[in-house]
């Protein structure tokens, strides 16, 4: 199976990256503990703007695609509703983030909506994320659509 965060699209410079390379993207960027923003979420994460600005982001990138290919989860959100917001999680404790808890690669908006409220809900949270797309267009979205289908997915 493939590691590493893939970021690509409508970028000027596509990545691949592991956990290292998040974790040297510039301070500023760097949440120590991201238990400030949601009590349930420990590790460390880097900012979405952070990976933005080292990959650069075209004028033509207005959605971001998080997929799962571990799951087949895909989430595409608008990119402006999250650009200064979206946190990665790459790492607990020094180590890389455990699958337990959605690593290597865990997408993290802070202020989520209820799963299907909006774009921009807990379900765009994804797990194991290994590509970031960036596209002029919506891209591939298949998440629950409604109550029915969201207890279908959390069904053991
Ligand atoms: N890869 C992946 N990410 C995912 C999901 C999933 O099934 N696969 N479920 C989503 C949904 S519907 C929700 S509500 C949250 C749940 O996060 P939790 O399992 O940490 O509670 O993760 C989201 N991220
Ligand atoms: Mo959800």
Not at 13 to 23: C, E, K, R, T
Not at 28 to 46: E, M
Not at 87 to 112: H, K
């Amino acid at each position: 199976m493939a590691t590493g965060l893939s970021i690509d699209g409508e970028v000027k410079q596509p990545v691949h990256w592991s956990q290292a390379d998040l974790a040297a993207i510039h301070p500023v960027y760097q949440i120590d503990d991201v238990t400030r923003f949601n009590a349930k979420r420990p590790g460390t994460a880097v900012r979405l703007a952070g990976i933005l600005a080292v990959v650069g982001a075209k004028p033509t990138a207005r959605w971001l695609t998080l997929h799962s290919s571990r799951d087949n989860f895909h989430a595409s959100i608008p990119l402006d509703a999250v650009r200064d917001r979206a946190l990665i999680i790459y790492e607990l404790d020094g180590q890389p983030l455990p699958v337990s808890a959605g690593g290597p690669f865990r997408f993290l908006i802070p202020d989520f909506a209820a799963c299907h409220a909006s774009e921009v809900d807990e379900c765009a949270n994804v797990k194991f994320v290994d590509r970031i797309e960036l596209t002029a267009d919506r891209g591939f979205d298949n998440r629950p659509k409604d109550d029915d289908e969201h207890a279908k997915l959390h069904a053991p």
